[in-house]
């Protein structure tokens, strides 16, 4: 479970500092952009972003639809006042919100999200939500992280754990799907898959980033806002962690530095009238 007070302080807080380590974040959202429609794109349309962050894929969509109204929506109060401030555009509307809360009381052309599922608690939910306010031809594109996310981190942390005799049950992090599990996920919740026509598209990569250190590579988890906000407790003794960076250190180095493995998934699901 996510503790979303805790994700929005820590995002808020390192709001001025994302753009600088969010360079997978940036990827995946030119990733996205390759996901949009070609066609029509200086129509008029109604366009919903979810965690909008700093507002990098907002700017995205913003060049590329110039007609387009868009309502950029993020928990974090700091990420928005940054998006505001990146991102004069009086057709773009900023809302901070938790999107698992919000109503939605307009229907949209487009529906996007970057680097966001991953810190919502009821991905179900939200997907039929969503899904319920797209236009007869619209389209809900969405990227995430996925189950091989940071297995170098975890591989270590397990690996600390049986070599110290730890027996609690904790985790680093998170804990992602793969593509065909969320993939079925997207199926069993989309309410119209049997009644209408619907298009799935599915997309994985791996990203990978080098650090000097292993500490190097934690900074900069914390630097995004984006350390574990499970209300789940994991280990924090100093000699655990003394551990688990030597073990990282020594398994996961080689010529480039301490590798992190960023498993990227990306979605499309469109309606066709």
Not at 78 to 105: H, P, Q, S, W, Y
Not at 166 to 185: A, C, I, R
């Amino acid at each position: 479970m996510i503790d979303k007070r805790l994700l929005s302080k820590r995002f808020s807080e390192h709001a001025q500092t994302y753009d600088a380590y969010a360079n997978v974040q940036k990827n995946m959202a030119k990733q996205l952009v390759d996901l949009l429609p070609q066609k029509n794109t200086n129509h008029k349309m109604n366009i919903l972003e979810i965690g909008c962050g700093t507002g990098y894929l907002t700017r995205l969509l913003v060049k590329t639809f110039p007609n387009a109204a868009i309502t950029a929506v993020d928990l974090a109060p700091g990420m928005v006042e940054v998006a505001k401030g990146l991102t004069k555009e009086d057709r773009v509307t900023f809302l901070c919100t938790d999107i698992e809360e919000m109503a939605l009381n307009e229907n949209y052309d487009l529906i996007i999200s970057n680097a966001t599922f991953q810190w919502l608690n009821d991905i179900p939910a939200t997907l039929v939500k969503l899904f319920t306010r797209l236009t007869a031809e619209g389209s809900l594109i969405f990227s995430t992280f996925g189950i091989d996310t940071f297995q170098e981190l975890h591989r270590s942390y397990e690996q600390a754990k049986e070599k110290l005799q730890l027996s609690m049950d904790s985790s680093p992090g998170q804990t992602f799907y793969t593509l065909e599990e969320l993939s079925q996920v997207c199926e069993a919740a989309i309410p119209y898959l049997a009644a209408a026509p619907i298009e799935i598209t599915k997309i994985e990569k791996l990203e990978l980033e080098y650090f000097q250190t292993v500490r190097e590579f934690f900074t900069s988890i914390k630097k995004i806002g984006a350390a574990n906000s499970n209300k789940e407790n994991y280990c924090q003794r100093p000699s655990f962690f003394r551990e688990l960076i030597n073990i990282y250190d020594t398994e996961y180095r080689n010529d480039s530095g301490v590798k992190a493995t960023y498993h990227c998934l990306f979605f499309k699901i469109k309606k066709h009238d």
